[in-house]
């Protein structure tokens, strides 16, 4: 089964690349998301993994507070997103 993790604290420069490459170390990467402004293209300084759910938890138990280009990262499961109101 695959597990969502959100990545908060990100650097601003941070590739998804650079994302699947610091988690690929704890398991397979399904995949990855960095969020971005609609507006102006940069990012928001958080993103997304999908890993499996035991390579999930090794990735969290490991990279949650660690730092990562100067910033500490904020790792967990990710919550499931709301629905907007218009």
């Given at each position: 089964m695959?597990?969502?993790?959100?990545?908060?604290n990100l650097p601003y420069s941070t590739t998804e690349d650079e994302l699947k490459e610091l988690f690929?170390?704890?398991g397979e990467v399904s995949s990855t998301k960095i969020i971005t402004d609609r507006e102006t293209g940069r990012s928001r300084g958080f993103g997304f993994v999908e890993m499996s759910?035991?390579?999930a938890q090794k990735a969290i138990d490991s990279l949650?507070?660690?730092n990562f280009g100067g910033?500490?990262?904020?790792?967990n499961e990710a919550r499931e997103r709301k629905p907007r109101r218009f």
């Open positions: 695959v597990k969502t993790l959100y990545v908060g690929g170390e704890y759910d035991d390579d949650n507070g660690v910033r500490n990262l904020k790792v």
